[in-house]
């Protein structure tokens, strides 16, 4: 949706507010199919996150990303119960408690934890990404780290660093997601 994390898809680290912002409105109208345009379908299942450009202000991440997680939750339920589409929060990856970007691992858990609380509060499931990436690799294992060398980026963009671990570590994020949402189609559908 917003991959930057910021209603100006050329910025950055406007986190959890692009959902609110009223520049961004009726773009996420259209995402979320609510608008009723036809260029605007209504999809079947919504995966949003925010977090990790959420992270950035120190204490005061907390009390807007509260704010502003209480509204995008109640939207989301709200769209959910009228239109069947099934919603999800993806939470964020954790960072290596170990590398300079510990105060954003404990920020990024605390803003894990509120958007869980919200979602359940709308009767919406919470995807926890952070228990996949904990287990990847050894505490204190710092030459094998699944990221690039600012120990934030995985994926497609530390493919550079092991071939391997691209698909290893993509595939297990992947997987995770998946089963939460086959889970959740199978329980909706009562199988």
Do not use: Q
């Given at each position: 949706m917003?991959?930057?994390?910021?209603?100006?898809l050329r910025e950055n680290f406007y986190g959890?507010?692009?959902?609110?912002?009223?520049?961004f409105q009726a773009?996420?109208?259209?995402?979320?199919?609510?608008?009723g345009a036809?260029?605007?379908?209504?999809?079947?299942i919504v995966l949003l996150n925010s977090g990790l450009?959420?992270?950035?202000?120190?204490?005061?991440?907390?009390?807007?990303f509260e704010e502003h997680m209480a509204r995008v939750a109640a939207r989301l339920g709200d769209l959910a119960a009228k239109f069947g589409t099934r919603v999800f929060w993806v939470g964020s990856k954790s960072f290596r408690p170990y590398t300079k970007y510990v105060h954003y691992h404990v920020e990024v858990m605390g803003l894990d934890a509120i958007a869980k609380d919200y979602m359940a509060q709308n009767g919406l499931?919470?995807?926890?990404?952070?228990?996949?990436?904990?287990g990847l690799v050894p505490s204190g294992d710092t030459g094998h780290l699944p990221y690039t060398g600012d120990s934030?980026?995985?994926?497609?963009?530390?493919?550079?660093?092991?071939?391997e671990l691209k698909v290893s570590v993509s595939t297990m994020l992947l997987q995770e997601i998946l089963g939460a949402v086959c889970k959740s189609s199978s329980a909706d559908s009562g199988d």
């Open positions: 917003c991959a930057t994390g910021h209603y100006k959890i507010r692009t959902f609110t912002h009223s520049d773009e996420l109208a259209c995402l979320l199919g609510e608008s036809p260029e605007c379908p209504r999809p079947d450009h959420d992270a950035r202000d120190g204490k005061a991440v907390i009390n807007h499931p919470f995807i926890d990404l952070s228990r996949i990436m904990r934030v980026h995985w994926g497609s963009i530390a493919f550079w660093r092991n071939e």
